[in-house]
């Protein structure tokens, strides 16, 4: 008895739109991600700005200390 080998098949139009959803959110997930490491790095510059610096851009010492301890997500 011989077995017929099934041809392999192209996804469907569902699992292609399933993959095209699942990349789309990585990549949301990558840019909030980017956002959120540069929101870390310039909170972290903004704290060690000397007085005058933080008074030149036009905040306090309280203004950056309140900035830089934000969740990342604020």
């Not at 959120?36 to 010492?61: H, K, V």
């Amino acid at each position: 008895m011989r077995i017929a080998h099934a041809k392999p098949c192209a996804p469907g139009p569902a699992i292609a739109r399933d993959i095209m959803n699942l990349a789309a959110s990585v990549r949301r997930v990558a840019e909030t991600l980017q956002i959120w490491r540069r929101r870390a790095q310039e909170r972290r510059q903004l704290l060690a700005m000397s007085d005058r610096d933080l008074c030149d851009i036009g905040i306090t010492r309280v203004d950056a200390w309140r900035e830089a301890n934000k969740p990342l997500w604020r």
